[in-house]
């Protein structure tokens, strides 16, 4: 029997999802003009814990919660891929462009796969090897460019924001061995929690120059919790229950292409052709890498072991 494809309002959900995440970099350019990285991340990230604990301790709700085990590993990936993941890139951004991050952040995919990969100790296939030396290429020409056009604090910020990709990596890494048999409501809510706690510590200091946003500010804070950091993530698995996982993932390649658009439009941002390019051949990489992921790339389980978790499903990019 023929699978069925995605329905229409999956991919609709999905392509909704990327269109916020990808938003978030425009508008956390615009934000750090008048509130430090720190404090964004912070009340970001503990406006969405709270609506996450609200989702979680809904009457209907009756999931598995996790146990002491769980819970500090969660708690541990939040840390990784909420505070430390998000200091970077908010700090990035501020040194570099939302353009410049849209693009970079398109390679991490592959910095959690080649991870997934040494900790699983899995065979990385042909075409994995070449969308990675693709991306790399891709982003040598992005970052080259911002060295070239803004100098070395826009350099600075693009290796920052690559930094990310590591914290993004280990975040999955972590968070897959601590997730067994819980729902994504509950694990996101408990990485969110102690991602915000993070934050707040992070953000004291900044304390000399907390002063209360505008109205403008106020409400791109919002938009940064509730429509990223939740409705994104709430877009994204209804998508994700209705279509193949490497189908949802490859819809999330249009984050690049939709987060260059909102630099131009929302921040004014001018794209030179190098930079183009350079995002042209990342998406290409990325595409290229997740070729028949699972296809034989990982070494048969022995008898009564599981097989890696690296070669069982695709790895999405941050829900920026």
């Not at 209907?60 to 200091?87: E, K």
């Not at 938009?223 to 709430?234: N, P, Q, T």
Request: hydrophobic residues 50%; aromatic residues 6%; glycine residues 12%.
């Amino acid at each position: 029997m023929r699978e069925r494809g995605p329905t229409a309002g999956a991919v609709c959900a999905v392509t909704a999802a990327a269109l916020f995440w990808s938003s978030s970099y425009a508008v956390t350019e615009r934000l750090l003009e008048d509130v430090g990285p720190l404090a964004v991340g912070a009340v970001r990230f503990t406006l969405a814990a709270l609506l996450l604990g609200l989702m979680v301790r809904m009457p209907r709700r009756r999931t598995a919660r996790p146990d002491p085990r769980q819970r500090r590993q969660l708690h541990l990936s939040g840390l990784l891929g909420i505070t430390v993941y998000f200091v970077l890139e908010n700090v990035g951004v501020d040194l570099s462009t939302a353009s410049d991050a849209s693009l970079i952040v398109a390679t991490y995919p592959l910095m959690t796969m080649l991870l997934e990969l040494v900790v699983f100790r899995a065979r990385l296939p042909l075409p994995r090897v070449a969308g990675v030396l693709l991306a790399t290429l891709g982003v040598l020409l992005v970052v080259h460019n911002g060295a070239r056009v803004g100098g070395g604090s826009r350099w600075l910020g693009d290796v920052l924001l690559l930094l990310g990709g590591l914290a993004w990596a280990g975040y999955n890494v972590l968070g897959k061995r601590a997730s067994a048999g819980l729902d994504a409501v509950s694990v996101t809510y408990h990485q969110t929690l102690a991602g915000a706690a993070g934050f707040l510590l992070a953000s004291l200091l900044e304390a000399d120059d907390w002063r209360m946003p505008d109205a403008t500010a106020s409400a791109l804070l919002v938009y940064l919790a509730v429509g990223c950091s939740v409705g994104g993530f709430l877009l994204y698995n209804y998508g994700l229950r209705r279509m193949a996982s490497s189908v949802a993932v490859n819809i999330l390649n249009l984050v690049p292409v939709f987060g260059v658009i909102g630099a131009v439009v929302i921040n004014g941002e001018s794209v030179r052709l190098a930079q183009l390019t350079g995002g042209v051949i990342i998406v290409a990489g990325v595409a290229l890498g997740m070729i028949e992921r699972g296809g034989g790339a990982a070494p048969k389980p022995d008898a009564g072991r599981r097989a890696p978790a690296a070669a069982e499903e695709p790895v999405a990019l941050p829900p920026a």
